[in-house]
């Protein structure tokens, strides 16, 4: 078995038989012409997908509830990104494949701190506003118990709130501290469209990292609504659709995949079991030619008859 | 040995052109088994290879927020995007075409790695673009494809929704990637050819002896003549 699988390596090094003129240079010009027109003619037809990217403003006015939601959620810690642990904050210790917990060796690189970036820090640059000052100082100075008093008081109560005039949000009465004045002036900042820049405000003057108002919004409910009516979300195969009816990224189908079945669907550490499967499958597939069983598949399966259909019969095979 | 052999230079030169020499690299004859349309895939990779690096150049001079404004810019944003769909196209056509052929025979296992390697860099290179895009798409697919690379710790040094690192990755270090990759593939394919049907992996063709076949007619008729293969090894993809 050996001998011959050597035989038949060393047999396919070199091309023994009769050779026919060719034009390399010719092919590729033509080949590159073809698909310039295939691009053009593509492009001219259906053009490229560019929905508007969504913003905190837009969010904030379009959905005040949710955003009031989310800011408390942000406020307590309670929210996605709150609890997410590595690389934004140490809240949780992140997923892992066994004992291999690479998120958490690998960090805290982009730091959050939820109720400081979102939430405290905005409302203390608003200037000239003592009341909101005064509100964020008693917050801080409370108890951490009396906080998830008033914010669990607030989550509850925002269950019922309806929109009020100028897209405020009302609430019934009860016991939430300073917590209601400070997410009603965070609501007006985030209205205003201030909170977007304030988001992206740090040391240097230009900016290109969004992950805070992008994380901010991903706690919401906004882009996840976008998304679903664009059939982008992660039970409809989001990873690989497009906006609109564009094909997107197909070649992630087989990453997708994964997320549809148990018990990857189901696990907690779905994102790095499925990034596990890929690795070794993308592994397994560049090695084919050393995978006994794979590589001999084409052998087997002789759609190389097919392939090769115009030789065999010049050659009487 | 001659002053010029003995330099670095000279022996780079020699090993290149040892490795490929010029008729090689860019041969007027190929095997007569190389006829079928999988053939055409390849070097149509290759095109839209091309296609998608001049658009991208163009709109890169631009900058990423001139598609968004002006309709020129759209239309090449549009090029750009159609482009990278026939490249993946073609290049899994291509892919599972070489595989039924079990194109890593006979020697031929880097080709087929560098052929993996090229798609799986393609495919960080496209996402890149997708988070690139300073719209919608691009804020939802960074939000989601953060969470898979943050469970491996690769979103502590590779952030998906730092619009600055994905731009530097999707138009300089990736392409370069991507390009590099899909050279040292094409000069593998050019320095051992395409792989030989099944039927002649044959004891006596392992040999050397000269084989007794014939390809099919070139099709403009030209007449075929059996050669040795220490006369002309040059082969393409």
């Not at chain 1, 929109?163 to 900042?189: D, F, H, K, Q, R």
């Not at chain 2, 495919?123 to 989601?144: E, H, K, M, R």
């Not at chain 2, 494809?145 to 040094?157: E, I, Q």
Request: glycine letters at 8%; aromatic letters at 12%; proline letters at 7%.
């Amino acid at each position: 078995m050996r001998a011959r699988r050597r035989a038949q390596e060393a047999a396919a090094r070199q091309w023994h038989g009769a050779y026919v003129p060719y034009d390399l240079v010719k092919e590729f010009a033509i080949a590159t012409a073809v698909v310039a027109a295939l691009a053009t003619g593509l492009s001219v037809l259906f053009s490229s997908p560019d929905d508007k990217p969504s913003t905190i403003a837009q969010w904030s006015r379009q959905m005040p509830v949710d955003f009031a939601t989310t800011a408390v959620a942000e406020l307590d810690g309670s929210s996605t990104t709150g609890g997410y642990g590595p690389p934004y904050n140490h809240n949780a210790p992140g997923q892992h494949i066994a004992f291999i917990h690479l998120q958490k060796w690998l960090g805290v690189a982009h730091p959050i701190d939820t109720a400081r970036d979102y939430v405290i820090g905005p409302l203390k640059s608003i200037p000239n506003d003592p009341t909101v000052q005064r509100a964020v100082a008693t917050y801080q100075a409370a108890p951490a118990a009396t906080q998830t008093k008033w914010t669990g008081a607030y989550t509850t109560a925002l269950g019922k709130a309806t929109t009020g005039p100028g897209n405020t949000v009302v609430v019934p009465a009860g016991e939430y501290g300073p917590v209601a004045p400070m997410i009603s002036s965070l609501l007006g900042v985030a209205q205003s469209g201030a909170l977007d820049g304030d988001l992206l405000t740090s040391r240097q003057f230009f900016q290109t990292d969004y992950t805070k108002p992008l994380l901010f919004m991903a706690d919401g409910g906004l882009l996840a609504s976008r998304a679903q009516t664009q059939h982008l979300l992660g039970t409809q195969w989001g990873m690989m659709n497009e906006t609109g009816s564009f094909p997107g990224q197909t070649w992630l189908w087989l990453y997708t995949v994964w997320y549809q079945v148990k018990p990857f669907s189901t696990s907690h550490n779905a994102d790095a079991l499925v990034m596990l499967v890929m690795g070794v499958l993308s592994l397994a597939f560049v090695c084919i030619p050393f995978l006994p069983g794979v590589r001999d598949i084409p052998r087997r399966i002789p759609l190389y008859r097919l392939i090769w259909r115009n030789h065999y019969r010049a050659s009487g095979a | 040995m001659s002053v010029s052999e003995r330099s670095w230079t000279g022996r780079v030169r020699e090993r290149a052109v040892g490795a490929l020499p010029p008729d090689k690299l860019l041969p007027d004859q190929q095997p007569a088994y190389v006829s079928s349309w999988i053939y055409v895939f390849g070097v149509l990779t290759l095109a839209a290879l091309v296609m998608i690096i001049a658009s991208g150049v163009i709109l890169s001079l631009k900058g990423p927020a001139w598609w968004h404004d002006a309709g020129i810019g759209h239309f090449f944003n549009s090029i750009h995007l159609w482009a990278v769909e026939l490249f993946f196209f073609f290049m899994v056509i291509h892919l599972w075409g070489k595989f039924w052929m079990a194109a890593w025979r006979g020697g031929r296992a880097r080709t087929w790695m560098t052929g993996a390697v090229a798609f799986l860099i393609a495919v960080p290179a496209a996402l890149t673009g997708y988070v690139s895009q300073q719209n919608f798409d691009a804020q939802w697919i960074a939000t989601q494809a953060k969470d898979g690379l943050n469970s491996v710790g690769v979103g502590a040094f590779f952030n998906a929704t730092n619009f600055g690192q994905m731009y530097s990755y999707h138009v300089l270090l990736l392409p370069m990637a991507v390009v590099a990759i899909v050279i040292a593939h094409v000069l593998l394919v050019r320095r051992h050819g395409v792989v030989p049907p099944f039927e002649l992996t044959t004891p006596k063709a392992a040999a050397g002896e000269p084989a007794t076949l014939t390809g099919p007619p070139a099709s403009d008729g030209a007449s075929v003549t059996p050669r040795r293969a220490d006369e002309k090894v040059g082969a393409h993809r």
